[in-house]
């Protein structure tokens, strides 16, 4: 039997377990495209490259597998790069499948052409050209393997519009299979050792290779243990946030008592996260490159251990793997009374005080609880983001799709693909005024193919984060920030979906619970007071201080 390349492409992304796929289409991969036609894989045409990429990531984030993403050469491509390096950043299997010139027409810089081994050499776990239609097989069934194995992360292929086109009858490949290490005996015996001997041990739990199965485990070992726990800069879900042990999240914002207690650990086990910026709180947390923790680092990429950090205790481990490993372990805890301390300062940082305005954001995500308590939460990038991170509480994994890349737009395509990936589940977005605005148009992708999101706009007229930046050290010296919105309510009712607009707490309930039933895409306009600009302060107070 002979295939077109195209066709070929498209039965090893079956055979590789793909049943959805995200894209904008283009004429540089029409073979790819028609090779779909008679294909079981769902298809999602969104209306921007990076919306198609963060979808991508979203869905390996949910689902564990490579998201597959389509896009032309050229501007497709360097759109849709925010989506690669945030499942780099993230750890997130991806596959971006870009077409090319066709290859008789290299380094001519033809229409649209980039040389994709260069551009995404940095973002990217593995980047190639397939050159050969013969080859598409071998490389295809490489892609899903380097993409899952170890820390997973983004490939990129680029495919020449002509090699789609030309016949082949080689074979499909087998279907691929996750590669990742187990923890040796000797180190999980030395971490019992350690463990055993510790008076303020801490974990941090979160990042590369996270499961269901992974937060199971690993709860049932620190709650025997006694042991508490947080989690990494936007991996909430690593554990059940009603879990005894659990002391709250260690990113932006973070509370001050549990930004202590991390410091003040002797023995620190970090299981999966990278230990970055974000979660380190600029590298102050843990002092680099010898931590004054007894530090555990278990992480299933070789290249990420003493890459910042040297670990005493270093184990290269996939999660699964690691969690299985100590999910029997047992030590005489000594450390209740540091687990109930640290649980009642969580407690106690999550609750609301008043906000500036007539719309109170922390009541409003108690209202939100209340509802909806097991929702999927997306989100982007900004101001908005704290009060959601700290007053929202999530059980399960996997629940919370954020960027820890920082990239403004995702929430939105996130929130598509959570539906698509979950039709069954509540997917909530919550998304700032120019977060939204950088991907909104994706409320058509939600209308065309009938998934009901519930898109939450917090709208303070301003990009938050940097304002208060700008407060903070010119202040008063506004350049660059101030932004003027639409009726965000209006625009959602333009593309066919649900809008509100809520300019007082007590109306956001009943908005809430109009949205959920409207039965397809809504968007809830939040109108807050601009003074509101973090859960702990105002413009003015900054600005005061400054």
Request: aromatic share 6%; glycine share 8%.
């Amino acid at each position: 039997m002979t295939r077109r390349g195209g066709k070929l492409l498209a039965d090893q992304l079956a055979v590789h377990g793909t049943e959805l796929a995200f894209c904008v289409p283009g004429e540089s991969y029409l073979e790819l495209l028609d090779g779909l036609y008679e294909s079981s894989i769902r298809l999602i045409t969104c209306r921007h490259e990076a919306s198609a990429a963060n979808m991508a990531e979203a869905y390996g984030k949910l689902t564990g597998r490579p998201g597959i993403c389509m896009v032309t050469r050229g501007p497709g491509a360097t759109q849709a790069s925010v989506g690669v390096h945030t499942a780099f950043q993230d750890s997130t299997p991806l596959i971006l499948l870009v077409g090319q010139v066709a290859s008789s027409q290299e380094e001519r810089e033809a229409f649209q052409e980039v040389d994709y081994r260069r551009m995404f050499g940095p973002l990217a776990k593995w980047v190639a050209q397939i050159d050969s239609v013969d080859r598409l097989p071998e490389l295809l069934a490489r892609a899903y393997t380097v993409a899952c194995a170890g820390r997973p992360g983004p490939v990129v292929l680029a495919l020449p519009e002509d090699m789609l086109a030309q016949e082949t009858d080689a074979a499909d490949a087998p279907r691929f299979r996750v590669l990742q290490p187990s923890p040796a005996a000797a180190d999980v015996e030395a971490f019992r050792t350690l463990l055993a001997g510790a008076e303020r041990p801490f974990a941090i739990l979160g990042g590369a290779g996270w499961t269901p199965q992974v937060s199971a485990d690993m709860r049932i070992f620190l709650e025997a243990n006694d042991l508490p726990a947080g989690a990494a800069f936007r991996r909430q879900d690593a554990l059940d946030n009603d879990s005894p042990v659990y002391a709250g999240d260690v990113g932006i914002g973070i509370n001050p008592a549990l930004a202590e207690r991390v410091r003040d650990a002797d023995v620190l086990l970090v299981a999966g996260p990278r230990l970055g910026e974000m979660t380190t709180s600029g590298y102050t947390l843990v002092d680099v490159p010898v931590p004054r923790q007894t530090l555990v680092h278990v992480h299933p990429g070789a290249e990420e251990l003493g890459r910042v950090y040297q670990a005493q205790l270093p184990i290269l481990s996939g999660m699964e793997q690691f969690a299985a490993a100590v999910r029997d372990l047992r030590v005489e805890p000594r450390w209740s009374q540091e687990r109930s301390q640290a649980r009642a300062a969580y407690e106690a940082w999550r609750e609301h005080g008043p906000m500036p305005g007539e719309v109170d954001l922390g009541a409003c995500i108690a209202a939100l609880r209340e509802q909806v308590p097991d929702a999927i939460v997306t989100n982007g990038a900004g101001n908005h983001t704290v009060w959601i991170h700290r007053f929202w509480r999530f059980h399960r994994f996997p629940s919370q799709l954020a960027p820890t890349s920082g990239a403004m737009g995702y929430g939105v395509p996130a929130a598509v693909a959570a539906k698509a990936v979950r039709p069954e589940a509540t997917v909530i977005c919550w998304s700032g005024d120019g977060d939204f605005l950088m991907s909104g148009q994706e409320l058509a992708t939600a209308v065309q193919h009938d998934l009901p999101i519930v898109v939450i706009v917090v709208d303070n007229a301003m990009y938050g984060t940097i304002r208060m930046h700008q407060e903070r050290h010119f202040p008063g010296r506004v350049v660059g920030t101030d932004l003027r919105n639409p009726d965000f309510a209006a625009y959602a009712r333009a593309f066919g979906a649900h809008g509100e607009t809520v300019e007082r707490t007590a109306d956001f309930a009943p908005a809430l619970e109009r949205s959920l039933a409207a039965g397809r895409p809504a968007v809830l306009h939040l109108r807050i007071d601009p003074e509101a600009i973090n859960p702990r302060t105002t413009l003015s107070a900054i600005r005061a201080g400054a």
